[in-house]
Each structure stands twice: as structure tokens, then as C-alpha cells.
């Protein structure tokens, strides 16, 4: 007996858009949320995994959208963790998607069975109230647990002879709750958006003097250029362009506006568009005022609060963070599933990162993925679209070989590309991603039947493009489009390149006509 057609594992921001769009194709689906509440990371909470108290996400709103319901007009560019939250309740009572949420639901174990249908055991209950073991049967499961799970703690040499407060990220909420008297002098290992949150944090709040120790610092972007968000600029037209030339315009346009990076003490592993940048308004800021300095990477700590760098310096700290980051595992899967799909350290052996070539479209991964600029939601989402697609048979996955030859593709690919690191494994360009799953789908924006939609799809970002056509479009779309306009600096740059061309066609005629006469 099958219970569900399809079990979503998570209710965070990305189970709850997978839940949604299996309930567009009337699937019958039950998400399985361990916690007693929607939100994952965004549910913010004073202990544990998620955001710190202060958060902002790094990405504009219109970025970090469900492509069938926008945030409110009065949400500010880059949300507080508490409005993502509201906006996730919304959608969850607009789309009536509660009734289909299984809360304090633990996965214990998910396995195939001989016909090819998914065992699911699952502990229900709260805490120390367990009810025991149950056990659901499906035909499809769509994993959304997140790849924000475990957080990375290095072994660092000597740390058990240091004597101040050494703890990773994950339990930093604020200033107020650190532990951290104000005044003191802080390192945070790091560089990520997460770390420089921290620094901000700590100096304007705490009054700390912070060191930030970076084994790979990268390029940091500022989130407004020229009066947009920065990831307005990661358009379609843009992406037209060969790689090489849009880390050109990208890496000169931000050491334009903030300087080159050596002057503020950092110097990136590598070009711009080849790590994951960070996004900070104030970084640079605080490292003028003398308020944060730059360091190399840590070799050793100890004896007391003393800390040792690569370069044979050495300072004395009250507290090191560690900001390094996550690694994802998957505790249900038997240990051959998890050594197939991870091979390695955040490393997926997964056709476009979504779907297993071992079991097809039955197991999918939804949100296992890094966009390089913008949003995960949009990706995720169109994850999820594709793998309804698949399980309605209304679409087909390649064959085995053929989606083996495209991972190690594509995985050959990224590691040509991007700065060696553990971060960028996961790493996709969502304009480009989406549209090459979304034409495997055929939402991917029809040109020819949006023609007057043309220069805004083209020079603009949002993530209704993709509910302009194809299956389950949103009547909605056509104007929350229009509603974005390009960031002025594409006009204005077309302006230019029309200038320049027609002046170069007035040149040539003008020698022609003094050749001919």
C-alpha cells in the first residue's frame, strides 16, 4: 500500500516550494518537518542552527522570490530574517499548504524497496515525547533538508592550550548573548557573508577591536551599485557574453566603486567571478577606521589566548569564531547511498545537482545548490518543477550514461573555473541554471510570445519570468515583469554602444562618399 505519491523531507524555504508544486499537479504529498514550525534556518531561534538575530539576506527580494508570489511592495530590498519569515507564513495560508505538513516528525531512515517504492521511518513527537517509530511508503521523495547542516569545525593545532572562547558561528546570535564582554578583541576565521555579519556586529554593538583571519579572502561586493542591488546586474543580456569578458566588466566595476581590494589589506585567491563573493556595505568601512584588521590563516594556537598566523605573527585574543562554514550529510540514507551521491566533501554526484542516475526521478534533491549571484528560491523552486514534471511523465530524464557524462562534464567544468575550495562545489549562475531547466520544461521565457516583454527579460531580474509560459503559468506574471525595470547603467550602456556604432557607420560613409566623389 502507497501512503503518498511524493514525501518532501523539510519545511524550510525550500521543501515549502516543493510542497507547493506537487500540489499544482495533484500529487498527493506530505512534507515532513522535524521541528514544530515552518521557516528551516529563517525561524529564528536564540539556540541552535539558523540566523543570528541581526540578519538581512545578502540577496534582493525580487531574487529571492517565489516565481508565483511576490514579496509585499513595503518589504525592504533586502529583508530581515523576520520578514522572509512572514513571507513564508503567507504563502503557506495563500496556497493552503498546512494541512499537508507533518510537524515534529523525525526521518530516520528512507530506503528503496524491491518494487521500487520508498520506505520512509519517520519518529513523531516532540522532544522527549516520542510516539515511536512509524513507517510511510511513496513512489517519489524530494529531500529539502538543506546543505546549511553540520557545521565545519577545522582542527586547529594547539587549541586545547587556549585558554579564551573558541566556538563556531552557528552559536553567535548577537553581541548581547555571545558571552563576549564589550570592549574585548575578537578574531572571527572567515570571510564569508556570515562572518563579516559578525564583524559588523561586534564593533558596532560590542565595541570590539576584530581581526578577520582568512585562509581564502575573497572579492567583497557592496550591495548597492549605483543606486540598485548589486544582483539586478546579473541579467540574461549580461550572461550573453563569454565568462571572461563579464569577470572583466564585473571585477573593474567593483574596483571602481570600493578600490582595489590590497589597498583595505585583502587579496583574493583568484578573479572575481571565480569564488563566492561576499556582500558588505561597511567591511571596508570598519578596516579604515582601525576598528578590523586583515589577517592571514591560522596555524596554531596557544599557549593562553594566544593566536598564530601563517606569516610567523602571532596576537593574543578573548574570543575566536570560527566562520567556516557547513558541511551537508545525509543521516537517512544507507551508507552506499551516501557515499554514492556524496563523494566528496560537499560534492554531489547528482545529474544538474537534483536527481541520482542510481534511482532516477523517484529521489530527488531539491535546494542542493549555490547560486554564484541572486537567490536559491528561484533554483530550487524550478528543481522542484521539473521533478513534478518528471513524476506526472509529462517529461523524461536521460538515460543513465548520458546523465553520468554530464555530471563529470560539467563537474570538470566548475573545477576549471572556480577557486579550489569547498565552498564553490555546489556552485551554479541561476539565470543561466533556470533557463536550462526550465526549457527542459518549457517554462524557459518564449521571446516570441512575450516580444514586448522583450528588453526586460533580457536587461532585467525576477523570478516570475519563468511563470510566463509553460506548465502552470501564472496569470500574474506578465506584469510583476513589467513591474522590474532594467537597472538604469543598461540603458545607458546601450545608448553608448548605439552612439559608438552609429558614428562608426556615419565614418564609413563618409569615406565612401569622399572615395566615390
Known sequence: MVDYDVAVIGAGISGLGALKCFRDKNLSTICLEKSDDIGGLWNYSETGYGVMRFTHINVSKQNYAFSDFPFPDTTPDFP?????????????????LSRHISFNTVVVNIKQTAEGMWKITVEKGKYQNREG????????????????????????????????????????????????PAGKRVLVVGMGNSAVDIVDNLVTQGQCTVDVSARSPT????????????????TRALYLLPLKVVEMIVQTLMCMLLGLPKQWGVYPMANILRSQPTVSHNLYHHIQRGSVAIRPDITGMGPGKKVIFNDGTSAWYDAVILAT????????????????????????????????????????????????????????????????ELVCGNVHLPTTTEML????????????????????????????????????????????????LLWNLLFSVSAFQWRLNGPNAWKGAREACKKLKPVPFYHYSMLLILSILLLLVLSILRCFYEFMF
Open 325 to 388: 562554514g557547513y558541511t551537508f550529510s545525509l543521516p537517512f540514507l544507507s551508507k552506499n547511498d551516501r557515499e554514492h551521491i556524496l563523494p566528496g566533501i560537499n560534492e554531489l554526484n547528482l545529474y544538474k545537482n537534483v536527481f541520482s542516475p542510481r534511482y532516477g526521478h523517484t529521489l530527488g534533491f531539491i535546494g542542493f545548490v549555490q547560486p554564484a549571484s541572486g537567490g536559491l528560491v528561484t533554483m530550487s523552486e524550478m528543481q522542484s518543477r521539473w521533478m513534478a
Open 219 to 234: 572579492w567583497v561586493f557592496s550591495p548597492y551599485v549605483l543606486g540598485h542591488p548589486v544582483d539586478h546586474y546579473a
Open 133 to 180: 517509530m512509524q513507517v510511510i511508503t511513496v513512489r517519489n521523495v524530494a529531500i529539502a533538508s538543506g546543505h546549511h547542516s553540520n557545521p565545519y569545525i577545522p582542527k586547529i593545532p594547539g587549541e586545547e592550550l587556549y585558554t579564551g572562547s573558541l566556538f563556531h558561528s552557528m552559536k553567535y546570535k548577537c553581541h548581547t548573548s555571545s558571552g563576549i
Open 405 to 452: 557524462n554530464t555530471i563529470n562534464l560539467e563537474r570538470s567544468e566548475e573545477r576549471s573555473w572556480y577557486y579550489n575550495s569547498k565552498r564553490l562545489t555546489l556552485q551554479k549562475i541561476p539565470i543561466l541554471y533556470n533557463d536550462q531547466i526550465g526549457a527542459m520544461i518549457g517554462c524557459k521565457p518564449d521571446y516570441k510570445k512575450h516580444p514586448a
Open 80 to 96: 530581515h530574517h523576520s520578514h522572509i519569515l512572514r513571507y513564508m507564513r503567507d504563502y503557506v495560508d495563500h496556497f493552503n
